[in-house]
């Protein structure tokens, strides 16, 4: 295959495969690492194109030793025994921001790959404080990317602890984004009726947002962040008969358009929700008042909250949820001390 039209995840394994597995496996015994791409990167989403390839994109690994102290040697090794080149590409090249050509091939354990990603160092120990403070890309860091070989299944019990949310805050962050909708719902046509058609607009974006959030909740999957959000919610099951509806709420003539668009939205959702046993209400959305707008019927969140059965979960706030719930602030996002600062201290 041509390393033109590999992608970077193939184009990685065939590196492990052909020279990493080989200088490891005569060094260390096999139970005692893993490898596979996982981390930040495209690649690791299975979403990098053409356009992927101008920055830090290329022969990159993750390889994850046993113990802290084969680190060094393990990175000792790579740097004497790889050669210059793979299938026509450098292995040593300079990252964004670098000038020093380098291997990437990141060594590290299990428990400080998880520290750096989620905040933790065990996945199957997480608090309900620790799993409202991973955002859907960092989970997707640990949990999308392919694995190559997984010597003791360290690495795969990780990533199968942090494949969904509990059950119970499942329920939880359901209902926040159920909440969250009820926040601003009936201002998108407040706003338009006092002339502010951007304003009208603007919500009716930040809706359209909790509504593909609240997709990928129903449909069990984590939402990347912000440049692969709507990629991957294409993706999912019931995008196809959402998409004209959220079209309608961004670009809808008028907020009458804009709040019909959203509200056969949320009957689509309501409508999985009540199939999978989570609710059974027989509408989405009713009048604000005796105004002509729209509120999430009352009994959804009700009924989410009602099957709860945890009572550190159900002692939660309603409506502020998990740390993307919370915030879009990139910077927060990114770190996971940060995050679970921010958990901690609003709980």
């Not at 400080?112 to 309900?128: N, Y």
């Not at 019990?157 to 009820?182: F, H, K, N, T």
């Not at 692969?228 to 670009?251: H, N, Q």
């Not at 907020?255 to 929700?273: D, F, I, N, S």
């Amino acid at each position: 295959m041509s390393v033109h039209s590999c992608t970077g995840a193939e184009l990685s394994r065939g590196f492990f495969d052909d020279l990493v597995r080989p200088l490891l496996l005569a060094h260390l015994p096999g139970e005692s690492f893993a490898a596979g791409r996982l981390g930040a990167g495209s690649d690791v989403l299975g979403l990098d194109d053409e356009v992927s390839r101008d920055h830090d994109w290329g022969l990159r690994l993750s390889v994850f030793v046993a113990q802290e102290d084969q680190i060094d040697a393990t990175v000792r090794l790579l740097d004497n025994e790889l050669p210059t080149v793979f299938r026509g590409l450098p292995i040593r090249f300079a990252f964004t921001g670098e000038t020093a050509a380098r291997h990437h091939v990141e060594v590290q354990t299990v428990s400080g790959f998880l520290s750096a990603t989620i905040g933790v160092d065990r996945s199957d120990r997480l608090t309900t404080s620790d799993w409202l403070s991973i955002t859907g890309q960092a989970a997707l860091e640990v949990t999308a990317g392919p694995v190559f070989f997984d010597g003791n299944g360290e690495l795969g019990r990780a990533r199968d602890a942090l494949a969904w949310y509990p059950e119970d805050l499942w329920r939880y962050v359901i209902a926040c984004d159920w909440a969250r909708l009820s926040q601003e719902m009936p201002f998108l046509g407040r706003a338009a009726y006092v002339g502010d058609e951007a304003g009208s607009r603007v919500i009716g974006a930040r809706l359209a947002q909790i509504i593909m959030h609240l997709t990928f909740l129903l449909e069990r999957h984590w939402p990347p962040y912000s440049k692969w959000f709507g990629t991957l919610w294409g993706a999912l099951a019931d995008a196809g008969e959402l998409r004209p509806f959220l079209e309608a709420m961004l670009s809808g003539a008028d907020h009458a358009a804009r709040q019909a668009g959203m509200a056969a939205a949320l009957e689509v959702l309501l409508a999985r929700q009540n199939r999978l046993g989570l609710s059974e209400a027989a509408h989405a959305t009713v009048p604000f008042w005796d105004r002509p707008y729209l509120h999430p019927a009352p009994e959804i969140t009700d009924q989410l909250l009602a099957g709860i059965v945890n009572q550190e979960v159900r002692a939660l706030p309603l409506g502020l949820g998990s740390i993307e719930q919370r915030t879009d602030n990139v910077d927060l996002l990114v770190s996971p001390q940060l995050r679970r600062q921010f958990i901690r201290d609003r709980s």
